[in-house]
C-alpha cells in the first residue's frame, strides 16, 4: 500500500535534515526528456499534443478549452487565487520516454524517488494494478494477469487515447465540459497523465486500482485527467494518494476526473493526499450515475508570532502585526528576484494564546510559536539519506520553528530597497495657553531633509523636551556639553532649519520655541529616556535619509572605538535599540545581537551607589563610511538576504499571537526575519443522479494546521425519482488552522421522492482555529425529503478527566478523541489504508497539546 506523509513528522535528529515535510526532497530536472518553456499560449497546448501524437480532435478541443481559460475571470469564492502565476509555470514535464511496465524499466533517479515514496512497498502489499504519475507523465505501471484476464481496462490517460480513441472521444468532457470553470478548461487545455478506467459489465475489481502523483519540479503544473467508465452492474474502487517537495515556489495542482457509472454499477474513488503547503490544490471531479447506480467519494485532506513584533510596511513604516489592517503593504521576499519587495495584506487574524519563543538570528530578535514556518537552507547530501553519498547540497524549504535545527540556516533580511520618499510635514502650529507671548514663529522644511533627520538622531540620543503642561512644550534641549565636537554643527543646524538662534545652558544647547518643541512632539520624538521610540514614518524615507538619522544617533548615543573602530549604539531602553537595529538593518548595515549590563552610577555625596539597565548592539566597523557619507552601495555591499544559523532559542512566555496572510509571496519580514503564512486546498467532488433510484455518497475528511486553508465539500445535483444522496464532511481545525465546507444539493422538478441528507461536523483543538460552513439548497420539486445538520466542538475538559483518570496522558486522550471523530469515515475505507490514515492522524497529532 502507498505510504503518504504527515505534514507535521515526529522530531527529528538535529544532526540530521530533519525537514518537518517528510516528502519534501526533490530530483533534479535537468535530464527530464522534455520541458515546456514557462507560460501558456496557443504554441505551448500545440506542442503538447504534437509530442504525444494526439488526434485533431483532441488538438481542437485543447484549443478551444484555451480560449475558455483565457475569456473566463478568477473564481472570487472559496480563496484567494489571484496570486497563481500563470506565466511562470512548465505546463509539460516530461522525466523519460516511455512508460515502465516492469519496476526495472523506470529511470533510476526516479525510481530512488518513488522507492523513498514506499511505492514498490505499495504494489508487493496489494495485488492489483498500480500507476505511478511524475510530474506530467505516468512513468510506471502494472496491472496483475487477473485483471487482464476480466478485460479491465487500467491505463495511463495518453495511452488510453491511443488505443481507445473512440470509447475516449465518447466520453472525454461530456460530464464536465470545459466551460464548466476557469480551472477544468484549464485542464483540458494542457491535461496531461491521469488513468483511464473502464470495468466491463459484470465484473466486480475485488482490491483497489491504486494511482500516486508527484509533483516534483519546482513552478510546475500538474494535470492529470482521470476517466473511469464502470459497465453495468460492475464495481470498482480506485484510490489516488499525491504529495509535493517542500519547493519555496509555488506549484499548481489542477486535476480533471470524470466517472460514469452505468446501471446497476457502483464506483468508490479515494483520495489521501498531503500536499505541501505551496502547492495551490484545485481540482473538478463529478460523476454521472444512471439508473441503480451508486458513485461514493471518500476524500481525506490533510493539510504565530507575538502581537509586538514588527513589519516593514509602507507607507506606514515599522508597524506592530497586531496593528496590522488588510489592505496595507508589508514588505516580503520575491523568490524570483531573492530581493524584498511590497506585498498587499489580505487579511490579518489575531490566532489566540500561545506558547511563544524566542529566536535570535543575526543579531534579529523574533519571538512566534514553534509551529510558525521560517525560510531555511537545509544541509542535505546528493540523495537526501545520511547514509548515502558524501556531496553535500543545500536546499531552500520552509520549516516550522520546532523542526529546524542546527544545521539549518535560517534566512534575514540584510537590506531593503532604496524605494522610499521624503514625509511630508503637513503640519500648522496652533499657539496655547502663554505660546502667544512667544516671539519666534514656526519655520521649517515641509519635507524631511538630511539635516533634519541628522537633528532628529542627535534628539532621539541627548535631547528632551520641556512641557508647560501635558498639551503644550517650553522649549528642547540637546544635552550636548561645550566641549562635544558636534555642538557648533548641531547650532548651525537649528538656525538653518528653524531660523531661531539656540541658546547654551550649561551642559545643554536648548531651542527656546514652543513651536518647535510642538512640531516634534507632532513628529512622535516625545517621551524621555526611557519610552522615546523611532516614529514608524522614518523607515519609510530613502537611504540617504535614514543613514542621517543614525548619524545622528551615533553622534549622540554611540561610540567609535579609537583602535577597533567599532561602532557601538547604547541606550536605557532596550524598545528604543531594537528600533534601531531595525533601522540599522533596512539600511544594508551589518548588525550584532543587543547586549544588556548594568551600569554603576555613583549618587549624592558619594554616599550610595546604584545600578542603570544598560543595552548596546555595534554595527560593523565597515559601515562607518556609508553612516557618514548617507550613501551605501547596493551591488557592491551585500545581498539583499542572508542564511545564519540561529544562535538561540528559548521559551519567552504564553501570550496573544497574531498572523497575517500576504497576496504573491505568501511571506512577509517580521523582525528582519522571513516568515511564511498561508495556501489553499479547493475541492468539491460531485455526483449528477440522472437515472431513477441512483445513490450518491460523499465522506470527506479535511485536517487543516497551521497557515492551511482547506476549502472543501460536495455537490449533490438530483435528475431523476427516488435518488438519494448523503453527504458527511468532518474537519479538524488545530494550530490555527481553517477548514471550509462549501455544498450545494439541487433536486430538479422531476426528482420525485428524493432524499438528501448533509451532516457537517468540526472539532477545534485550539481557539484559534476556525471552521466554516457555507451550505446551499435548491429545491424544485415539493415530494422530497432534505436534512441538514453541522455541528462544531471542541474537546472538552469532562471528555480529558475521565480519560487522563485511565491513566493516558492528556495527548494520548486527545488522539483518542480525534479517532473517535473520525472513525465513521475510516470505516470505509480498506484495512490498510484505514491503517495508514490512523497513522497520519496520530503523527499529525503529535506536539498539538501544550
Known amino acids: ?72 475571470s478568477m473564481p472570487e469564492w472559496g480563496g484567494a487565487l489571484n496570486e497563481i502565476k500563470f506565466k511562470k509555470i512548465h505546463y509539460y514535464l516530461r522525466p523519460t520516454d516511455q512508460e515502465g511496465k516492469k519496476w526495472s524499466d523506470v529511470p533510476k533517479d526516479i525510481k530512488d524517488t518513488f522507492e523513498r515514496l514506499g511505492i514498490p512497498e505499495a504494489e508487493r502489499k496489494a495485488l492489483s494494478g498500480v500507476k505511478m504519475q511524475y510530474d506530467s507523465e505516468v512513468i510506471y505501471g502494472s496491472i496483475t494477469k487477473i485483471l487482464e484476464k476480466q478485460g479491465v481496462v487500467f491505463l495511463s490517460m495518453d495511452e488510453g487515447l491511443k488505443r481507445y480513441p473512440d470509447l475516449v472521444k465518447e466520453y472525454f468532457g461530456k460530464v464536465i465540459p470545459p466551460g464548466d470553470n476557469k480551472f477544468a478548461a484549464l485542464n483540458s487545455a494542457v491535461w496531461s497523465g491521469g488513468s483511464f478506467v473502464y470495468v466491463p459489465k459484470g465484473v466486480k475489481v475485488a482490491l483497489p486500482l491504486q494511482a500516486y502523483f508527484r509533483i516534483n519540479a519546482p513552478n510546475a503544473g500538474q494535470f492529470e485527467r482521470t476517466l473511469i467508465i464502470a459497465d453495468e452492474g460492475s464495481s470498482v474502487h480506485y484510490i489516488e494518494g499525491c504529495t509535493a517537495p517542500a519547493y519555496s515556489s509555488e506549484s499548481l495542482h489542477s486535476a480533471v476526473v470524470e466517472i460514469f457509472v452505468k446501471k446497476g454499477a457502483r464506483v468508490q474513488y479515494t483520495t489521501v493526499q498531503n500536499w505541501y503547503k505551496t502547492v495551490y490544490n484545485l481540482v473538478t471531479k463529478r460523476a454521472w450515475v444512471e439508473e441503480e447506480g451508486e458513485m461514493v467519494w471518500t476524500d481525506f485532506n490533510m493539510g504565530c508570532l507575538a502581537g509586538d513584533s514588527l513589519l516593514y510596511t509602507n507607507p506606514k513604516g515599522l508597524t506592530r502585526i497586531d496593528a496590522i489592517k488588510p489592505g496595507e503593504h508589508v514588505y516580503g521576499l520575491d523568490f524570483a528576484t531573492m530581493q524584498p519587495r511590497r506585498f498587499k495584506v489580505k487579511a490579518m487574524q489575531k490566532m489566540g494564546t500561545k506558547r511563544v519563543y524566542e529566536v535570535l538570528i543575526e543579531g534579529r530578535k523574533i519571538r512566534a510559536t514553534d509551529n510558525h514556518p521560517f525560510l531555511v537552507l537545509s544541509r542535505e547530501n546528493r540523495l537526501g539519506s545520511k547514509n548515502i553519498g558524501s556531496i553535500k547540497y543545500f536546499t531552500m524549504r520552509w520549516k516550522p520553528l520546532a523542526d529546524i535545527t542546527r544545521d539549518d540556516f535560517v534566512a534575514y533580511v540584510q537590506q531593503l530597497p532604496d524605494d522610499g520618499e521624503p514625509y511630508t510635514i503637513d503640519y500648522t502650529y496652533k499657539p496655547r495657553g502663554r505660546a502667544h507671548y512667544l516671539k519666534y514663529s514656526l519655520q521649517y522644511p515641509h519635507e524631511t531633509t538630511e539635516d533634519l533627520l541628522w537633528v532628529l538622531g542627535v534628539y532621539i540620543g541627548d535631547g528632551c523636551s520641556e512641557r508647560i503642561n501635558e498639551r503644550v512644550w517650553r522649549r528642547i534641549s540637546f544635552a550636548v556639553p561645550p566641549q562635544d565636537k558636534i555642538r557648533g554643527k548641531l547650532a548651525k543646524a537649528l538656525w538653518s532649519l528653524f531660523k531661531i538662534e539656540p541658546r547654551p545652558h550649561g551642559i545643554s544647547l536648548d531651542l527656546p520655541s514652543t513651536a518647535v518643541a510642538s512640531l516634534f512632539a507632532y513628529l512622535g520624538l516625545g517621551g524621555n529616556a526611557h519610552t522615546k521610540r523611532i516614529p514608524a514614518w522614518v523607515f519609510t524615507l530613502p537611504i540617504s535619509q535614514r543613514l542621517a538619522f543614525i548619524e545622528g544617533c551615533l553622534d549622540s548615543d554611540g561610540h567609535v572605538h579609537q583602535t577597533s573602530h567599532q561602532i557601538t549604539f547604547t541606550s536605557v531602553s532596550r524598545q528604543l535599540l531594537e528600533d534601531l537595529q531595525l533601522l540599522v538593518i533596512s539600511c544594508g548595515l551589518k548588525t550584532y545581537k543587543i547586549r544588556y549590563y548594568k551600569k554603576r552610577r555613583k549618587l549624592a555625596l558619594g554616599k550610595e551607589k546604584k545600578f542603570y539597565d544598560h543595552y548596546q548592539f555595534c554595527v560593523s566597523k565597515h559601515d562607518l563610511a556609508a553612516i557618514r557619507s548617507h ?11 542572508g542564511f545564519s544559523k540561529p544562535s538561540s532559542v528559548k521559551f519567552s512566555g504564553i501570550e496573544d499571537v497574531y498572523d497575517i496572510e500576504v497576496e504573491g509571496a505568501h511571506n512577509f519580514i517580521a523582525n528582519g526575519v522571513v516568515v511564511h503564512n498561508s495556501k489553499l486546498t479547493m475541492k468539491y467532488p460531485s455526483f449528477i443522479l440522472a437515472g431513477k433510484g441512483a445513490r450518491g455518497e460523499t465522506l470527506s475528511m479535511a485536517m487543516a494546521g497551521a497557515g492551511q486553508h482547506q476549502d472543501t465539500g460536495s455537490k449533490a445535483i438530483h435528475l431523476a425519482p427516488y435518488t438519494t444522496s448523503t453527504i458527511m464532511a ?6 490555527g488552522g481553517r477548514t471550509s465546507y462549501r455544498g450545494l444539493i439541487s433536486i430538479g422538478p422531476k426528482a420525485k421522492g428524493a432524499k438528501s441528507k448533509v451532516v457537517c461536523d468540526a472539532l477545534l483543538l485550539d481557539p484559534q482555529s476556525r471552521s466554516d460552513t457555507y451550505p446551499t439548497n435548491r429545491i424544485l420539486c415539493d415530494d422530497v425529503q432534505l436534512e441538514h445538520e453541522a455541528t462544531v466542538s471542541k474537546i472538552g475538559e469532562e471528555q480529558l478527566f475521565y480519560l487522563m483518570s ?6 494520548q486522550a486527545s488522539k483518542m478523541i480525534v479517532s473517535g471523530f473520525v472513525e465513521p469515515l475510516i470505516k470505509k475505507l480498506p484495512l490498510e489504508y484505514a491503517v495508514e490514515m490512523n497513522r497520519l492522524i496520530d503523527l499529525e497529532m503529535e506536539g498539538s497539546i501544550g
Open 1 to 72: 500500500m502507498t505510504r503518504f506523509a504527515p505534514i507535521h513528522a515526529t522530531k527529528p535528529d538535529p544532526k540530521t535534515l530533519g525537514s518537518v515535510y517528510k516528502y519534501g526532497f526533490s530530483k533534479p530536472t535537468t535530464d527530464y526528456v522534455f520541458m515546456s518553456q514557462p507560460g501558456l499560449s496557443a504554441r505551448v497546448v500545440q506542442e503538447i499534443s504534437a509530442y504525444k501524437n494526439e488526434p485533431k480532435w483532441m488538438l481542437q478541443l485543447r484549443l478551444e478549452a484555451l480560449q475558455i481559460f483565457d475569456s473566463r
Open 730 to 735: 468532518k474537519s479538524i481545525s488545530k494550530d
Open 806 to 811: 485511565r491513566g493516558l496522558s492528556e495527548e
Open 631 to 641: 550613501q551605501v552601495d547596493f551591488g557592491h555591499k551585500r545581498e539583499f538576504v
